[in-house]
């Protein structure tokens, strides 16, 4: 069994809890408010930034050429996403530039982003791959799992589509390919560092998901 099966299976019931939260089953059915999906997008692009660093990081620690390459580019996308959150959805629910640039980080945001590039910098190039997964392939699931749920003329339909469709799934395919290579070399201490980097953050995926739902700040 490759890494990749392992640590979906070990890390199952957290996925559908995610699956579960209440922002992505009223998102599918259109019922999610506006404020609450507000408070996602830009929190969500402030959490692209940080994420596209961290895969810089990833690709200069990569092992061989062609991961360089694919990281590399993720960088890139993930900058070129968090830029058109704000000529899409941002315009398309009355965000304006002020407004996202005043906005802080929340807490679940500050922490997942923080944990993120800590580890980047920190730990080694597989167990910085363990924790950039959960991102793309929770994404990939959460949204082939809701867009058959979707009803018509859903307001959140493109975030929908974005995520359920191929050009997103083929690139999720990509990195839990470069995972299962890498983790093949790995000892088994790495690989249990592996694990715990995946699960920890996806958690934070839950967090990050479910302070959006809420709109949490910062309590002070």
Request: with cysteine; aromatic share 14%.
């Amino acid at each position: 069994m490759q890494f990749s099966e392992k640590v979906w299976q070990h890390n199952a019931e957290l996925y559908q809890q995610i699956l579960n939260l209440p922002f992505n089953q009223e998102l599918a059915q259109g019922t999610l408010s506006r404020d609450a999906f507000s408070h996602y997008v830009i929190q969500d692009a402030h959490y692209l930034l940080a994420y596209g660093r961290t895969l810089a990081v990833c690709a200069a620690k990569a092992f061989d050429a062609d991961d360089v390459i694919q990281f590399s580019e993720a960088a890139k996308i993930a900058i070129v996403v968090e830029r058109s959150l704000h000529n899409g959805f941002m315009q398309s629910f009355g965000i304006s530039k002020d407004q996202f640039e005043t906005t802080p980080l929340t807490l679940a945001c500050h922490h997942y982003t923080s944990y993120l590039t800590a580890t980047a910098w920190s730990e080694s190039y597989p167990v910085v791959l363990a924790a950039l997964l959960p991102c793309f392939w929770i994404y990939a699931e959460v949204g082939k799992a809701i867009v058959s749920q979707s009803v018509p003329n859903n307001p959140y339909q493109a975030w929908i589509d974005t995520y359920a469709g191929e050009e997103f799934n083929t690139a999720v395919r990509n990195v839990i390919a470069t995972i299962d290579k890498v983790a093949a070399r790995c000892d088994a201490d790495t690989l249990a560092k592996m694990h715990a980097a995946y699960t920890h953050a996806a958690k934070l995926e839950w967090l990050f998901w479910d302070s959006a739902y809420q709109q949490r700040t910062w309590p002070i």
